[in-house]
């Protein structure tokens, strides 16, 4: 219970922080020197003080993606299986995606949430819309609240019409969508080489048939030591591709300790969903991760979920049968990609894995 408050008050509490439809950055904006206590995060006692400063992410060049020599592209292969084995986290470099359009997606989410407040309430919403902007997913479900507010977007299979979208980020949604699914499937084909299939296996298997981007915004906190810009979690897609702003504060945990991920120029960070790992029997790793609250800011990030979730279908994903054999059996039972992900939602991000809940 947040300061020994009740069901009832807790409930109240978080409505009525809901029923402004302005977000974290409302309080901000209020002015709030102190933040209330629906996000105030009890402390992190086994990880508090578990900090690996001298150990960095794997960095990929795509560059030499295209080179007809074999043992180039084999090095780009090799390098991809091991931070997905490892770290379930890589950076990738001469990704195609021209540095322009990334600076254009960050300002368009920071104009997005620096517009006039009547103008994006109207995009407020916990119903699931082609764009919705809210704060906290998992404001009725989780113990502790987040210091950021989100909007959410689904751009593949099906586009949203033009005047589905605000106006300040229309074009550009659009366009960095086009190459974040072009990179995407770039990415699974190498990850597929890097499991021993075909480099078309992933995508057949409909890894690339939905793309949803979340523009998050994480104002600058008075008291970022009491809660946390995105707890720790694991993601509940096949793979995510993360533009980050230069601020930092993503950490990735490694052998049970902190790693930071900073921000490199141009650079973007991939990463294995639970999905991934699910469906190659534990071969990937869905590496949970968090974002710290920080006294600077906004920080601005631009997540891209390769999942089908607001697809419902009724198609089964378990390990895979090319990977498994008498001494590797399958660990997990199949299940839908919107069972897992309406699974994951409802939990909500309480620090625990919801992998665990699907194992055999």
């Known amino acids: ?31 709030v020197a102190k933040i209330p206590s629906l996000f105030h995060h009890p402390p992190d006692k086994s990880l508090k003080s578990s900090y690996l400063g001298h150990v960095s992410i794997p960095v990929i060049d795509l560059s030499d993606i295209g080179n007809k020599d074999q043992s180039t592209h084999q090095e780009i292969v090799s390098k991809i299986r091991e931070a997905s084995e490892t770290w379930g986290f890589f950076q990738v470099v001469n990704h195609g995606i021209p540095v322009s359009v990334l600076e254009e997606i960050k300002d368009g989410v ?20 082609p764009f919705a902007y809210n704060s906290n997913f998992h404001l009725y479900s989780s113990p502790a609240l987040n210091w950021r507010d989100t909007f ?57 048939d939905g793309l949803v981007t979340l523009g998050h915004y ?73 974002v710290l609250a920080n006294y600077v800011g906004p920080r601005i990030s631009v997540a891209s979920f390769f999942s089908t979730d607001f697809l419902p279908s009724p198609k089964l994903y378990g390990p ?20 897992y992900v309406a699974y994951f939602n409802a939990k909500g991000l309480d620090g625990s894995s919801a992998l665990q809940d699907f194992r055999i």
């Open 1 to 31: 219970m947040e300061g020994g408050a009740t069901t009832n008050d807790r409930l109240h509490e978080r409505k009525a922080f809901d029923d402004t439809k302005a977000g974290v950055k409302g309080l901000v904006d209020a002015g």
């Open 110 to 129: 920071m104009n997005f949430y620096e517009q006039d407040i009547e103008v994006k309430r109207e995009f407020y919403t916990r119903q699931p819309k």
């Open 152 to 208: 959410m977007c689904y751009l593949a299979p099906n586009a949203p019409k033009p005047e589905d979208l605000p106006e300040v980020c229309r074009v550009i949604l659009h366009e960095y969508g086009k190459h974040v699914m072009k990179l995407g499937i770039t990415l699974l084909e190498l990850l597929s080489e890097s499991l021993g299939l075909n480099p078309e296996h992933l995508k057949g298997m409909g890894c690339a």
């Open 218 to 290: 994480y104002p600058p906190c008075p008291e970022p030591e009491l809660t946390m810009g995105t707890t720790k979690h694991s993601d509940n897609d096949f793979l995510t591709v993360l533009l980050q702003d230069h601020i930092g504060g993503l950490q990735v945990l490694y052998r049970d300790k902190w790693v930071d991920i900073p921000p490199v120029p141009g650079a973007l960070v991939v990463n294995i969903g639970d999905l991934l790992q699910l469906i190659t029997n534990d071969r990937f790793k869905s590496v949970e991760h968090r």
């Open 320 to 339: 895979m049968k090319e990977l498994l054999s008498k001494d590797n059996p399958p660990k997990y039972r199949e299940t839908t990609v919107s069972e």
